[in-house]
């Protein structure tokens, strides 16, 4: 990793070679304009999230080993009902058109979950689902999904093959099922998404996984990191220097994979995007990792647990109020718990006195996870800041 300090062109800004993305030249004018886009999105963080994702259920037939939700076979009793879900995403639409993501548990465990699709794209809302695959994930379930505007369905793979997938999801049958549902959205036009938790377990599979992910024409991979939260074991995590070399390789993988890479909890993999100052001989990665600056739990993020709390994230179960009696807007805007963290001021520790804060902030989930303070510095990194090498 190299050492020096980052570049940058003024304060509030992150270094401009984010990536370098690809492009020949860039000039005052591009890099005004980059500058004025990337506030903006900052500034919106306040008002209006960009993800709105919704625990329809906690109830799932899987058993996997990782669960944040703790997933149980049966639904909760208080869930939000019909009715309910319908004004959460009436709300969610007075946001204006942030990207409404149901999840779960799964969200075909609810008999409604068509109407309330429905619903969501007749709202105007960009909608995404990520059911399980288990028997309900039939052929019939992903044309229905298809059927009712959904604009993408992401499943998760958690294992290059049969034996590490289905150990790691508690079922059997769940690697196939995966790839199948795969392969009949394709067959219907319908975009997919595959989502995998990196652990111990399937750290040499990524170059594998992906090759899987391409092969079935998937839109992003979405990279996980894990949270030691619900059903998480702290031993299936990586060492934060383990986090540096899956970067590397994500980064790798990137530079030719036909579809888009995220991390989710890694925000850090921005940072080592920011420093590794190499160009990116693909545009579309590049596109892909600007719109997810900043991001994080609670800033440009919210999160409706099934029985309707509202979270800055499902791997930061702090409630900050619950739709049955509060505003989502009022909550997500100004509940302390929001408000502190989008400011990265009163962030801790090496994050506190990162240049990289802004863009990247550290996992806020993993923070509060590890020690209890959600601004605390998030243990999985190994950048030390400028400011924290330099003498007083
Ligand atoms: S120290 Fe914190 S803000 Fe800086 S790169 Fe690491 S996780 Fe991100």
Known sequence: MREEAPRVLEAGFPPVPLVNHGLRAVTAVTVRARRRRHNQSMAAFDSAPLLVIWEVTQACDLA????????????????????????????????????????????????DIFELLSESVRLGLRTTI????????TREAVASIQRAGVSRMALSLDGADEISHDG?????????????????????????????????????????????????????????FLVVTGRALEADDLRAEEYESVFARLHAISLHAPFDIKTTEAQHYRRYLARSG????????????????GINDGKGLVFVSHTGDICPSGFLPLAAGNVRRDSLAEVYRTAPLFLALRDDSRLGGKCGACEYRKLCGGSRARAYAATGDYLAEDPQCVYEPARARTPA
């Open 64 to 111: 996997c080993v990782h669960c944040r939700a703790s997933a149980e076979p049966r639904r909760h009793p208080e869930e939000l009902t019909t009715e309910e879900g319908f004004r959460l995403l009436s709300e969610v639409r007075a946001f204006g058109e942030p990207l409404m993501i149901f999840t779960g548990g799964d969200p075909l465990k609810r008999p």
């Open 168 to 224: 790691f999801r508690g079922v059997h049958g769940s690697f196939h099922r995966t790839l199948a549902s795969l392969a009949e959205a394709r067959r219907l036009g319908l975009e997919t998404q595959v989502n995998t938790t990196v652990t111990r377990r399937n750290l040499t599979q990524l170059e594998q996984m992906a090759r899987l992910v391409g092969e079935h024409e998937a839109r992003l991979w979405s990279v996980f």
């Open 278 to 293: 190499q160009p990116s001989a693909n545009p579309r990665q590049a596109s892909a990792i600007r719109r997810q600056i």
């Open 130 to 137: 990520t059911p399980s695959a288990t028997p309900l994930l």
